[in-house]
């Protein structure tokens, strides 16, 4: 079982950056693939990045390549999502999932374990 709480979401400007952190709980992180997928208010949820467990692969969705960065800290147990050059399309509310040796798949059916969500704004 993992638990997965994320953080640092926010209200921010056009252009801004902000960093999220996703912290699990439980044993063996290492072995998780992590995942950052958002909402936005009256969409379904998509896929933003992931970084697999065992080679640190990263994966971005092409709305977000060049400008989001997902790594992973393993000795804390935590992943993170740097955001840069935020623009309004970005807003939505963001969630960490974890999938025991995962691929880093795109498919949000795929991940087993997800965070509560933290809202990101983005305001011009």
């Known amino acids: 079982q993992v638990q997965l709480v994320e953080s640092g979401g926010g209200l921010v400007q056009v252009g801004g950056s902000l960093r999220l952190s996703c912290a699990a709980s439980?044993?063996?992180?290492?072995?998780?693939?992590m995942a950052w997928f958002r909402q936005a208010s009256g969409k379904e949820r998509e896929f933003v990045a992931s970084?697999?467990?065992?080679?640190?692969?990263?994966y971005y969705a092409n709305s977000v390549k060049g400008r989001f960065t997902i790594s992973r800290d393993n000795p804390k147990n935590t992943v993170y999502l740097q955001m840069n050059s935020l623009n309004s399309e970005d807003t939505a509310v963001y969630y960490c999932?974890?999938?025991?040796w995962g691929t880093g798949t795109l498919d949000v059916r795929e991940y087993d374990y997800w965070g509560q969500g933290t809202q990101v704004t983005v305001s011009s």
């Open positions: 999932a974890a999938e025991r």
């Open positions: 970084i697999v467990w065992r080679t640190s692969q990263e």
């Open positions: 439980g044993r063996s992180f290492a072995w998780y693939t």
